[in-house]
T-cell receptor, first 112, second 113 residues
Framework: AQKVTQAQTEISVVEKEDVTLDCVYETRDTTYYLFWYKQPPSGELVFLIRRNSFDEQNEISGRYSWNFQKSTSSFNFTITASQVVDSAVYFCAQYNTDKLIFGTGTRLQVFP | DTAVSQTPKYLVTQMGNDKSIKCEQNLGHDTMYWYKQDSKKFLKIMFSYNNKELIINETVPNRFSPKSPDKAHLNLHINSLELGDSAVYFC????????????FGPGTRLTVL
């Protein structure tokens, strides 16, 4: 069965540190899609990235980067030079049969 | 303009009452969803509608009834509210199939006393 595991429940860093949020997925499908969403303290869910299984190229968007490794079934998310505004809960998710399966989320706290 | 809006933002009610949450999207999407987020932040899909047709009903108690009067609206009606229904409910929409990114509403925090 499809499953998404975010083993890190909570991470605390000091501003300007780099931080990596781990995501491990399970699937038997050859075609699949992975997502990251951010939920800041205000509560809304913000889409960050979608990646399909055929595209293993790493993605960089400003201070954000994603490392997709099929060999280890991981889709990790790195924030470089973290800022206080990065404080949020981050969810990894996988598309499965018409729905998104979310991981349990990682709460990131960035202290000044 | 807000892309996906929900009303109300907060809802406090007594056990046994019936309540509704409304959702509207102005993105022209044809698929809409309801999610429930519990106190531990666990996020789980409840329903999805595509072009007003129910696609997913994720073993939700039949006290919960979604209604989609048109593609831009998906309302959630809850009968006989229970304490365990307390959660944040999110509406979302996407263009076509779920592999497209989903845009979420601000959430409705429901508290059942």
């Amino acid at each position: 069965a499809q499953k998404v595991t975010q083993a890190q429940t909570e991470i605390s860093v000091v501003e300007k540190e780099d931080v990596t949020l781990d995501c491990v997925y399970e699937t038997r499908d050859t075609t699949y899609y992975l997502f990251w969403y951010k939920q800041p303290p205000s509560g809304e869910l913000v889409f960050l990235i979608r990646r399909n299984s055929f595209d293993e190229q790493n993605e960089i968007s400003g201070r954000y980067s994603w490392n997709f490794q099929k060999s280890t079934s991981s889709f990790n998310f790195t924030i470089t030079a973290s800022q206080v505004v990065d404080s949020a809960v981050y969810f990894c998710a996988q598309y499965n049969t018409d729905k998104l399966i979310f991981g349990t989320g990682t709460r990131l706290q960035v202290f000044p | 303009d807000t892309a996906v809006s929900q009303t109300p933002k907060y809802l406090v009610t007594q056990m046994g009452n019936d309540k509704s949450i409304k959702c509207e999207q102005n993105l022209g999407h044809d698929t809409m969803y309801w999610y429930k987020q519990d106190s531990k932040k666990f996020l789980k899909i409840m329903f999805s509608y595509n072009n007003k047709e129910l696609i997913i009903n994720e073993t939700v108690p039949n006290r919960f009834s979604p209604k989609s009067p048109d593609k831009a609206h998906l309302n959630l009606h809850i009968n006989s509210l229970e304490l365990g229904d307390s959660a944040v409910y999110f509406c979302a929409s996407s263009r076509g199939h779920v592999v497209h990114e989903q845009f979420f509403g601000p959430g409705t925090r429901l508290t059942v006393l």
